[in-house]
């Protein structure tokens, strides 16, 4: 902008006049009328000169901003199809507009200097001072909609703060409106899959079965009446349905009804039906919003099932999975598991295994399950573990005593120059890779395999090669235990490995009064018989008197919230075991029926959680970026104070409650 128009917009002479004014009371205090009155005269003619001056400088503006040319010599406002304004920031004043912005603003060419905001509800200038050349979003000005475009253009003087705006409205109304529609009707497929079908129809006669299979189909045709959508029964257990993104948001909102109505539907024995809803959507075809609906399905499995699971082309979203797993496994994956896992090992040229960081009694002990494995096939399993930082040191001490596992712990450095392209990682006790000893060895090893119990996160570990995920498991140590039993003989497994293994079990099962099924027992006898003895087991939970008082101390820092929620924080750092300890204690306490327990360690707080009641911890948690199971979970959360990380917690608890 040149100087001619910066001088147009500079300050009136207020300021002199109302000196002026001063000096003629003063003069009239002092008995100077004359004085008084001449100035008052002068003060009068200055004032009635500013406004005229004003005024003019208006009209030159006007007429500058009418002759303004662009770079090509064209008038900017001459045969412009688009409704167009002058304005200046940061007040938004209009000073100029065409006749197609008169038009569609409803002003006339004398209303001018009024602010585009109170013209057009809603309007912003933050972004012309963000140096963007457009609104973001569509404008709506009366019936219309608009694309708004600006150029913000600053005073050359630095002796002013002149800064004006052209902005142009493109009428977008017909465009927008089809992208809407074509949003609305985008399709969306979905996988409707009766968890425990098998269970359900166990042994009842054909009449009955027909009963159930008419109460199942009655509930998901009542759930999907008014969706106008598409829905098959395409196996006996699975149907499909295709509907349009407009109904998803009334889903949603009815919080997928249907996982609560489908439970009303029992078998003769009180076995009630539960479902898994995986949904797929944003994908480029009908092709692949069905693989997006699948991997949700594999994803609410995983997780526990009885539960909806929204898959697009970046992220899981997820709802229900709230009630507690019930025990469906069957021995045939593990079978079929021991023996790819075997012909794995025995291909490797190297065979590394590795849990989660801090690793504790359960995820050492799977490892060192694995490792006899490894033996069994002529191969050297590497344990990848910190050996100064973990929750298993009591463990840790027995084994590196003993000859057959000397050498057998490696650091991450050590198994990064160690590895080539035909070794072999097992990860067990995880799956996600944010939470492994070492994200460098799982990305620098081409096969990888996994072996947990813990529910599926959104994160998990991808592209594997062999994946034995159980969550209704309680825990890795018992899942490595089932594989010993088809992959080796009794004779094979050492008595340390074999007290590692039920050490394991011992501490994810909080001595076998959680998450415990026939299996669980199972896997505790066969260790029993092959050596492993329950007094030393009970050593290794051991603490000295100071770890006890430190305990105790958590234990007396929990407030109680929700009336069966207890909830300790402390502001100093603790030893992680004794946390988690501290977690399973609370849950001693009459009425306590969840547990949490945060202490900071560094610029991370640790959090440790546990629940015998209705409470899905790990619900809970996964909004913090943790994970686990029902009835266990953690979570580690960064840069934030525990005063950060308690307001979330209980705010993530609250919704779990609420919603």
């Known amino acids: 902008m040149n100087k001619h128009v910066s001088k147009l917009l500079q300050p009136g002479v207020f300021w002199y006049c109302l000196i002026l004014l001063a000096f003629a009371v003063a003069a009239a205090l002092l008995d100077q009328y004359y004085l008084a009155a001449g100035e008052l005269v002068v003060t009068v003619i200055a004032m009635v000169a500013s406004r005229l001056l004003y005024i003019r400088r208006r009209n030159a503006l006007m007429q500058y901003v009418q002759s303004a040319t662009d ?75 608009y694309r708004i475009y600006g150029n913000y253009v600053r005073s050359e003087d630095d002796a002013t703060t002149v800064r004006l705006a052209t902005i142009f409205f493109a009428d977008m109304t017909e465009m927008f409106n089809v992208r809407d529609e074509f949003l609305r009707t985008r399709p969306i497929t979905a996988v409707i899959l ?64 249907i996982l609560d109505a489908i439970r009303a539907v029992t078998n003769p024995a009180g076995v009630g039906a539960t479902i898994s809803l995986g949904i797929g959507k944003d994908g480029n075809s009908y092709e692949e919003n069905y693989s997006f609906a699948n991997l949700s399905i594999e994803m609410a499995l995983s997780r526990g099932g009885d539960q909806a699971v929204i898959k697009d082309r970046y992220n899981f979203t997820f709802y229900g999975g709230r009630t507690k797993e019930t025990e469906r496994r069957t021995r045939v994956k593990s079978r079929v598991v021991a023996g790819s896992l075997s012909e794995l090992i025995s291909q490797s040229s190297k065979v590394f295994v590795m849990g989660h960081k801090m690793a504790d009694l359960d995820a050492l002990g799977a490892a060192v399950g694995i490792s006899c494995l490894c033996r069994k096939r002529g191969k050297t399993a590497q344990i990848v573990i910190d050996l100064e930082k973990n929750a298993a040191q009591s463990l840790l001490t027995e084994l590196k005593a003993s000859s057959d596992f000397s050498g057998a712990f490696v650091s991450c450095e050590d198994a990064l120059l160690e590895a080539d392209a035909k070794s072999l990682l097992i990860v067990v006790d995880t799956n996600r890779p944010d939470q492994v000893e070492s994200r460098a060895l799982l990305e620098s090893i081409p096969r990888v395999a996994v072996i947990d119990h813990h529910r ?44 590692a293994l039920l050490a394991g079990i011992v501490l994810d099962t909080k001595k076998f009064s959680v998450r415990t099924g026939s299996r669980t027992f199972e896997a505790a006898a066969f260790l029993r018989r092959v050596g492993a003895d329950t007094v030393d087991v009970m050593k290794l939970f051991q603490n000295d008197l100071d770890a006890t008082i430190i305990r105790y101390q958590i234990i007396q820092a929990a407030r109680l919230y929700r009336n069966e929620i207890a909830i300790a924080a402390v502001d100093h750092t603790v030893p992680r075991t004794i946390a ?38 790990q619900v809970v948690l996964e909004k913090l970026g ?34």
């Not at 969550?471 to 080796?488: C, H, I, K, R, W």
């Open 71 to 145: 770079a090509e010599g064209i008038s900017v406002h001459a045969g412009s199809p688009f409704p167009m304004a002058v304005i200046r920031l940061p007040e938004g004043e209009i000073i100029w507009g065409n006749d197609g912005f008169y038009a569609i603003t409803g002003l006339s060419d004398g209303c001018r200097y009024q602010t585009l905001e109170s013209v057009v509800p809603g309007f912003t200038t933050g972004w012309l001072r963000e140096g963007r050349n457009e609104l973001p979003g569509d404008q709506l000005i009366g019936t219309r909609r």
């Open 194 to 257: 009766i968890d425990n079908y098998d269970e359900l129809m166990s042994n009842l006669p054909d009449s009955t079965i027909s009963k159930l299979d008419a109460q199942i189909n009655e509930a998901v045709s009542g759930w999907v009446t008014g969706l106008h959508a598409l829905c098959r029964k395409i196996e006996r257990n699975r149907y499909l349905l295709l509907f349009e993104s407009k109904d998803l948001s009334r889903l949603q909102e009815g919080k997928f009804s």
């Open 456 to 499: 599926r996160a959104a994160d998990y570990i991808e592209q594997v090669v062999l994946n034995l995920h159980e969550p209704f498991a309680s825990s890795a140590s018992e899942l490595v235990t089932e594989l010993l039993q088809y992959a080796v003989e009794q004779r094979d497994i050492r008595p340390i490995e074999a007290q």
């Open 580 to 617: 988690a300890q501290a977690a399973d204690e609370l849950l001693n306490i009459s009425g306590i029926m969840t547990s949490f327990v945060l202490y900071p360690d560094g610029d991370v707080i640790f959090m440790s959680a546990r629940s015998i009641g209705s409470c899905n911890v």
């Open 626 to 659: 943790g994970g686990g199971n029902a009835a266990t979970a953690g979570a580690q959360i960064k840069n934030k104070s525990i005063r950060e990380v308690l307001a979330e917690l209980v705010a993530s608890i609250d919704q779990f409650y609420e919603s």
